[in-house]
């Protein structure tokens, strides 16, 4: 069922993400499963991002200021900067919408915003909203983030601070945790925005998180205190069954099928070339092409990308390489003119990842292991080359690796770099060696597991009901109290 009109009781839930392609992507698909089940959604976004959300039938978009309406982050003179401005900026902009929205047939019920956003909690509270963190890292990075933000683990990050504190999850080794943990002065401002989320989420009504039950299940009974996911929520809601893995949030052709035409996610900064891609790759043989991209924020050096070019050309496979339009100039001449030449592969500055990974052609996914880009893979169940730069993504692609068995970790050697001759292994490992057969099979069964997740009653679907039960509930009550003191 789709929003399409609706009653006194039809909750109005109003969805904040942060202006990244990784944040805003998840949040709107959240919006959509919402509006699909009869709710009211509106996804608020930036004046900057908002010309990059497609029109959306059942998702009504509007905008909200971070200070820099214009231009975005670009505009700010440092993450300190942006953040505080938005925070000043955002709070008064989501208090005007909520405004805006109260007098008319549906007045916003529930405000769920990213946990970068903690201040947007302050603000549903003061109008008497409910309020739902959404969280778009793994269930596993979060806890370990919140273990740190309570005092549980102290920095710099070692993994026998991990064990002691999340004895269920598996053991790290150093180059596997967050790089922001591990050197906490490397990022100090985007450090103290990651801590920040956990610093009122004891107020929050529910917390999300886009993963589901089968793939952390372990990390769900991580907590030595208290019980499912208590460390990513050592504060938060005190109501059991307020947390709720709600993932994973992919556009619903690709897993269930229960959103008419949902075959993207409606929101895209760049341009894909989606035509000429599906082209290319319709000509190529079954499971034959690597697929390479590292999202939009990673960045390589030209020496790493030189590594990466030689391991494509030794390797003989046909390959697919997304390099953003800032990076094309740290890729080799030579490659570039020998790939415009021939047929054997293609480098665009975007495409549409899902396409591509759900392609009969693809064989293999190489990616920076960002948390979108993992639960698409696992989603769609393509083979992967963890590629991990930073962030969470080192833990993600152990998971990749030692966890869920659908792939390999490309191995740094000296000056922090994977050689030509690591990253041509790693390709014949996931598509032709002693591993690859498990390594499919495994795949398969995740992507059968995201499926059941988001299907009817399965885990994910389940939470998702019983939030919007609760708002219903509420909605039918404040009717009945509203009736009552007329009626008086």
Request: aromatic share 10%; hydrophobic share 40%; glycine share 6%.
């Amino acid at each position: 069922m789709f929003f399409n009109g609706g009653s006194s009781t039809t909750p109005h839930v109003v969805v904040l993400p942060y202006p990244s392609q990784g944040h805003i992507n998840p949040l709107l698909q959240f919006a959509k499963r919402l509006a699909s089940k009869g709710v009211k959604a509106t996804l608020a976004t930036t004046f900057y991002t908002l010309s990059s959300i497609s029109s959306l039938e059942n998702v009504a978009v509007e905008p909200i200021s971070d200070g820099f309406d214009n231009g975005g982050f670009s505009q700010a003179a440092s993450e300190d900067a942006f953040l505080a401005s938005f925070r000043s900026n955002g709070s008064k902009s989501l208090a005007q919408l909520i405004e805006a929205h109260q007098n008319t047939a549906f007045p916003v019920t529930c405000v769920v915003y990213d946990a970068f956003f903690p201040w947007a909690l302050d603000v549903a509270k003061r109008y008497g909203l409910y309020g739902g963190a959404f969280f778009t890292n793994s269930a596993t990075v979060c806890a370990i983030f919140c273990c740190v933000s309570h005092g549980l683990i102290s920095l710099p990050l070692k993994p026998e601070d991990v064990g002691s504190a999340l004895p269920k999850m598996p053991k790290f080794k150093a180059d596997e945790l967050p790089s922001f943990l591990k050197k906490p002065e490397s990022y100090p401002a985007y450090l103290a925005m990651k801590l920040g989320q956990f610093s009122n989420l004891d107020q929050a009504d529910w917390t999300f998180c886009n993963s589901f039950e089968d793939l952390e299940i372990e990390v769900s009974a991580s907590s030595a205190a208290k019980p499912p996911l208590t460390c990513l929520l050592q504060d938060s809601p005190k109501e059991e069954g307020k947390t709720k893995l709600i993932g994973p949030m992919v556009p619903s052709s690709y897993l269930d099928g229960r959103i008419e035409e949902d075959v993207d996610y409606g929101a895209s900064l760049w341009k894909p070339l989606s035509k000429e891609c599906k082209d290319w790759l319709q000509t190529k043989p079954a499971k034959s092409v690597v697929y390479i991209s590292f999202g939009s924020m990673v960045s390589l050096t030209a020496e790493q990308m030189e590594e990466i070019a030689w391991g494509l050309k030794e390797s003989g496979f046909p390959f697919l390489w997304v390099i953003r339009q800032s990076q094309l100039s740290t890729l080799p001449k030579w490659f570039q003119e020998e790939t415009s030449k021939g047929d054997k592969g293609m480098i665009v500055t975007w495409c549409n990842q899902l396409e591509i990974l759900a392609h009969k052609a693809t064989a293999c996914f190489v990616t920076h292991c960002g948390w979108n880009s993992t639960l698409e893979g696992l989603s769609l169940g393509v083979p992967m080359v963890g590629f991990p730069q930073w962030s969470d993504q080192l833990p993600n692609a152990k998971f990749i690796e030692d966890v869920w068995g659908v792939g390999v970790r490309a191995k740094e050697h000296e000056k922090g770099l994977v050689r030509r001759e690591e990253f041509l292994n790693c390709l014949q490992d996931v598509t032709e060696g002693k591993r690859s057969k498990g390594i499919r099979e495994n795949a398969s069964k995740w992507r059968e597991l995201a499926k059941k997740a988001v299907s009817h009653d399965g885990s994910s679907d389940q939470h998702i009901n019983e939030f919007i039960k609760h708002l219903q509930h509420a909605n039918a009550q404040t009717k009945t109290s509203v009736q009552l003191a007329m009626a008086v």
